[in-house]
């Protein structure tokens, strides 16, 4: 897991790998000391409009899966969702809209 985050962090990791192992992290557990690095990566792939869709979607999608337990970012992500919508291309928001559905109705079963 070291490996695959250090080629993440790296300048010139090709779209494909990022895109793939973005992809392969959807479905992994990943252990909790590799959490605080990859909620920052995928923060910032979300967050970088240069960034690839594909890449972006499935950084939402890791994301979420991170920080199911944690309010304070979940609402951190919430926003930035938000803010990105209006400017985003279909992919992105019809995963976006996904995830926000999934975050209101958590939101709905606590109150």
Do not use: W
Request: charge should be positive; hydrophobic fraction near 40%.
């Amino acid at each position: 897991m070291r490996t695959i985050l250090a080629m993440l962090e790296a300048d010139d990791v090709p779209v494909a790998i990022q895109r793939n192992t973005m992809r392969l992290l959807q479905y992994c557990e990943i252990p909790r000391r590799f959490r605080g690095t990859l909620v920052d990566r995928c923060f910032g792939y979300i967050t970088d409009r240069g960034t690839p869709v594909a890449v972006r979607a499935f950084s939402m999608t890791v994301l979420h899966r991170l920080i199911e337990n944690e309010p304070d970012l979940k609402k951190e992500l919430q926003i930035i969702l938000e803010d990105e919508l209006p400017y985003a291309s279909p992919a992105f928001v019809s995963r976006a809209r996904k995830i926000l559905q999934t975050i209101e109705r958590q939101q709905v079963g606590i109150q």
